[in-house]
Every structure is written in structure tokens, then in C-alpha cells.
């Protein structure tokens, strides 16, 4: 079904100085119809541009250099595309390869490339949208959807076109339990009609999923073996992929004492112009120095309460203090102060030149004394000082996440709001994150974490779970998360 | 996460549900008919029409609220401009070389009442069809797939982008961004922002590439169209109507 041999891929250089960057080197490996094979690797070793090799997409409209032989469906990728329908291609960032009006063009766009009779779009976009639990969305935007439903999304359009081949870059990443399931069932389906599965991933847990696994570290292949054999992590953890909590810094849970509020949001309720009420009347305190998980599924509204800490959002009803003052009237900037928050893809909103720039950008705005020095330490604490004259536009996935990451540590706020900092992240850059949060949870500093990743909530001090705009569950993490294992609110 | 920018309001009256290619051909007819007009009441009773089928669209009055908004100062420029720069018939009042004359005072409301005609029918189709149905009407009437398609997602990207600069602001004021009172410093102050955005926007329509090529655009397989257009009876009404309304006009 899917036959690589001896494949390698170069890129030109990026930048004056750069060598000619040899991404994939001699890689050889087979799916056979129905199988399935989990490629585990690091930030920057190639994953994503494996996935786009054997799609035929690169170096077809990319550029760079493809040597070796790639047969899929019995097709030759390198010399001509393959047919429509033959591959699906999940792209790492899902919402990019979104490009219609609404959620229900989405899907029947793919089957309208396929010829389908036009009585026959209709039940099978119907049947896809109702596989990925996405039939009550039809008509909204994909842009509006959340990150995690865009993925369920750009999903349904592969599984309803049934290719022969499939290639899921990082399928279940930034995934809540009831989608990752859906999800899963969804494939199992597919490969018992014969179709054959490439996934990339940095979990050992996703990687069970196929039977067969290897390793790709700096574009080298490993040959592949059976799954079961990740179990105890100890390759991945060494090749920098996997970072399991038996490995985490202690967050001091313990020691914790609340301090006078830091956030209070009194009876607030926000919903967006003409739409839907997003939040209802939320009541909630956070004091100083409290390390909170904020849990639920997509689309429950946890960025959206988020947004409201440093006035990104305001409330459509009810007050949000942070530290004592009303935020109303006061601006983003000014908040920014005492609050910084990580967006959900920083990574898409650099707007310095260069490393070093970005990471200066809020020291200097905010006109901090010491703005030399706060951005010294922070590129040095990400290993960023390499890269510091460096557009943050050509780095690595792992890197640009560092960047975000240094950014906010110049600032060095008394709150930090950070929106799944864990999503896509390996195990070099997930021990650089929590290694980060302990040391500012030990100078006193307030953290609130949206995440879905239950072993990072059950570190908390306290797990608050969202569901459809409410808080339906608030406590410490031993009393919460036993009850989250399923759907309603992992 | 709002960034409408298209103005169709969906809906489900005769004239959403007529077909788009027919609401064209009323637009070539409306058109048409404003400009043939040169009776100031036969205009006024043109406006008084479209008015109707506003209501009878059952559009919100919001909207046309914010049409007569867009286009009050363009209808008081003309009202204003007009009659002094064509001074015709009985003089009311001299001033110098300014002459307000009955002749300017009938011309000017006759071209802002065609203005606000050919506003309000052009306002008509966009309120009340989609854009992937008119993109559509386009390719029915002719114009190559591919087009249809470059139509399609230029306007589906004009929000995404305009979400992107939007993104790339808060992320400045996330970190500490403010509105400072020098105008120069200012726009200064966005030049970063653009730069990003124009970034952003090759990155989107690289990724775009990419994507469409992944789900097979291109291929030659000939594709099929899920809800494609078919005029119904009340269609091929709709057309003659409009037709003889046009030949009406013509041979007044």
C-alpha cells in the first residue's frame, strides 16, 4: 500500500550561511493495506515533512531536493501526484488546510473532487459530520471553531473521501478524550476497509494505537518494531521525545498557602455580538500564588474565561478584578503589567525581525528598567541565545514555542495565563516549560493552565472543569480528576 | 472570534430562495432602469420599490438603517454639489458665480436617488445570497471553474487575514502595547503589524497551496456539485418579470 525505499529530502538554505539542511536521510519502510505505523520523533526531525513527502506535496510545491522511491496505492509520488482520493493528508496544523465558507462545504468539497453523484454528497457528508461528533456545527465557519474541533474537522473531510492511504500528522495532538476516541474508532474503521495509516506522534500512548513503530531522530529512520515494546519510554525519553511525569520537577503542591485574591471574576457572563452566550454568570477567586488547571472539553469556553484576565475579552455582564483593581476601563497594555498570557498558537503572531526583538518587544513597551537583562535571561533559560538574530519566522516548531515562552519570561508578571502550553511540544521542550513553571510558582507567581493533559492538571493545586460556559466541577485534583475520565470533561 | 465581513444575512424568503442567477440578471434590469429614468417621481417610486422588497425579504431594518447610514453623505455631497456645478433653468439664488437653479436643485436629487437606487439593488443580492451560491450563479453563467474558485477563496480569506491582524495586535497589547497620542508614532507603531500580516498572509496562501492540492484540485477527474443551481418555476417568473419590466422601460 504505501513503499518507501531509500528515501532522503534536502532543503536549500533558509538563510545566508546555512548549509543545504538534510531532512530526511535513506528512510525505508512499508505499510501494508490495513496496517498502521506510528513514526515517533522529536521537535524538527522531519515528521511533518515526511507526512508531505509521501503526499506527494513535497518537494512538488515546496522545493528542495527528493531522491529514492515512494509508491503508494501503486504509484510512483515523486514522478506525478498521486490521484484525488488516494491519499488523505492531516496537515500538523489542522486549521490551515480549512478553506470553505462552512462546515458542511468542508466535507463536500472533497467527494465533489471525486465525482460523487450529487444525491449521494449529501448522506455522506452527513454521515462524516456525525462520526466526528460535528453534525450540530454544519453551518458554522471553520474559522470559528475551536482548536480542537477544526482537527475533528479536517478529519471528517479525509474519512469521507476513504482514501487508500493516510497520513496524520500528529492526529490526536490538542485532542479532548471524547474526540480522541472518536477519532480512533473512526480509523479503525477506515483500516478494516483496507486502508493503510502513517501517524506521527510524541506519545507512546498514541503510537499503541499501530501496531508497528519507529523512531525518526535528525531524518534517520529506525527499523520498525512492534508498539508494545514503548511501554517503559526509555528510547523515547532518550531520544527527547517523551518527558513521562515520573520525570517532573515537584510543583510544590504542598507547601501551597492562598494568599489575598490575585483574579476574582464576579457573576460574569460574555457572549460574542449576535452569537450564543459563551460563559454564564461565572464565580470564581483565585488567590495568589495558586497553580490552577483549567479543564474541559473543546470548546467549553476555557480560552474565552482566559481572555478575560488581561481585558482581551470584556464581560458582557458582571467584573473581573485582577489583583485587587477592577479591570474595567483599564487597558490591555496596562494589564500587561501583571498578567501575560500565552496564546494558544504564539507562533503565528510574531511580529519582531528577530528573536531577540520579539522576546524585547514587552520589556521595552512596558519601559522595565532592567530590559537588557530580563531579555538575556530569558533567551538563555530557552536556549535561545543561538538563535537570538534570527527571524522567529524560520525556526522550528519546538524553537518558535520557545520564543512565545521567553517572551513572557521577560515580562515576569505576578499572573501567567497560559492556553495548552503543552500542545505538539517533545520531551527537550515540555522539561523547559514545567522546569519554567516550578521556578515561577516558587517565586509566588499565580499560574492558571488550560490543558487536557490530565497528568499536568493532577499537579495542580486545583483543577477547575468547564463545560459548555460553566464551571461544573472545582476542587483539588485528587477530588476532580477520578471523574474526568471519560467525555464530559477531560 | 467574529469577522464577518460578508453581508448575507441567511434566511429563508421567496427572494433568498430565488435563484442567484436570476437576482443577477435583476441587478443588470434595476441598473438599467435607474438609469434610463429621468422622471424625479418615477425614481422615487423605483426607491419606493426596492423598500418593498426589503421588507418583503424580510431583512432586517437594521440593515437598511446602516445603508442609508453608509450613504448619507455621499447623497448630501451630490445634493449639495450638483446644482452648482450645473446650473439650469429659473435662478432662485446668485452669489458671486454660484447660481442655485431649479434645473441644478431637480438634476441633483435625480442623481442622488439613482445613486441610492443602484446602493440598495446592488445591497439586495448581497444581503440575500451567499457567496458560494453567487460564486456559483458566475460559473453557471460562464466564467472557467478555476476563477469561480480564486473568487471563492479570496473572499473566504479576507476575514481570515483581517483574524490574523487582528491576532497579531493582541499579541502586542498582551504584552504590553498602548495607544500613544502621537498620530506619527502611531502609525509607526503598526508598521511591525503589517509586515507581520503580510508575512502571514504568503504563509496562509502557501499552506493553501498545499491544501487544496492535497484534496485533489486539479485532478482531471470532472467534479460533481453537491447543491448546484436549477431553476424552478417560480425562477423562470421571477426572469420573465424582470425581462418585461425591462422592455417596459426601454420603450417608454
Redesign the interface.
Known sequence: MLDVHSLSFTYPPLYAGESITSVLREITFSVAPGGALAVLGPNGSGKSTLC?VL???TP???GGGATGRVTVAGGDVLAS?P???V???L?Q?AA??????NVE?EV???????????AQ??PQ?MAALERFGLAALRHR?P??LSGGQQKRLALA?LWA?QPRVLLLDEPLGGLDLAGQQEVQEALTGLRQSGTGVLLTTLEASTAGYASQAALLNAGKLSPPFPSAALANQSELIEAGIAYPPYLWPDFGAAQFQPGPPALELVDLSFH????QVALHNIDLTIPRGQFVALIGPNGAGKSTLIRHF?G?LRPTQGRVRLLGQDTAGR????L??SV??L?QR?E??????TVRDEVA??PT??RLPDARARVAAALARFALTPYAALPP?ILSYGAQRAVALA?LAA?DTPVLALDEPTVGLDGRGRAQLLEWLVARRAAGVTLVVVTHEMALAARADRVIALDAGRIIADGAPEVILPHCGRGEAA | MSYELDPYVPGDSWLHRLDPRVKLWGVVVGCFTAFWLRDLWWMLVLLGLIHLLFAWARLPWRKLRELWQQMALLVLLILLLQPLFRPEGEVLLAWGAVRLTTGGLYGGALIALRALSLAFILALLLLTTAQPSLVRALVRLGLPYTWGVGISLTLRFVPAIYALFVAVREAQAARGWQPDGHPLRRARGYLPVLVAVIIGTLRLSDQLTLALAARGFGDARPRTVWHDLRMRGSDWLGLALLSLILTVVFSR
Request: net charge negative; charged share 10%; proline share 8%.
Open positions: 508531505h503526499a506527494g506535496l512538488r510545491y515546496t501526484p490521484p484525488v482520493g491519499v488523505g493528508a496537515f496544523d490551515a488546510q480549512l478553506f470553505n465558507h462545504h463536500a468539497w472533497g467527494l465533489e473532487a471525486l465525482g460523487v453523484p450529487t454528497i449529501g457528508v465557519p474559522w470559528a473531510t473521501m460574542y455580538p449576535g452569537e488581561n482581551l487597558r490591555v497594555g496596562e500587561a503589567r501575560s498570557y496564546f504564539p503565528q503572531q510574531f511580529f519582531a525581525a518587544y514587552g513597551q512596558l519566522a517572551a515580562l
